[in-house]
Nanobody, 116 residues
């Protein structure tokens, strides 16, 4: 079973950027779908980006054009580059593996706070 560990969050001003990292353990990153979610305080967890097993990417409308997901297979790391941050991007960000219709174990997430 794959396990993940997120990092890279922080507090930034509106318009700033962050690069979140998701280190995957328990197997290879090849042919593995990785999803990035976020959960704002008092709201449900939402899917914001995915990198499919064959390398395709997709984004939620709210983040399209500002978020970019990428994989470094030798490092077993998936990145989420976030640009032009907005206050509504404030949330805990989680990554997870997705294989055969099943999500892997959840990590602790990484907090992103956008505030002036």
């Amino acid at each position: 079973q794959w396990h993940v560990a997120e990092s890279g969050g922080g507090m930034v001003q509106p318009g700033g950027s962050l690069r979140l990292s998701c280190v995957v353990s328990g197997g290879t990153l090849d042919n593995l779908c990785i999803l990035w979610f976020r959960q704002a305080s008092g709201k449900e967890r939402e899917l914001v980006a995915r990198s499919t097993h064959d390398g395709n990417t997709a984004y939620a409308d709210a983040v399209k054009g500002r978020f970019t997901i990428s994989k470094d297979i030798p490092k077993k790391t998936v990145y989420l580059q976030i640009n032009d941050l907005k206050p509504e991007d404030t949330a805990v960000y989680y990554c997870n593996s997705y294989r055969n219709g099943v999500l892997g174990s959840w990590g602790l997430g990484t907090q992103v706070t956008v505030s002036s």
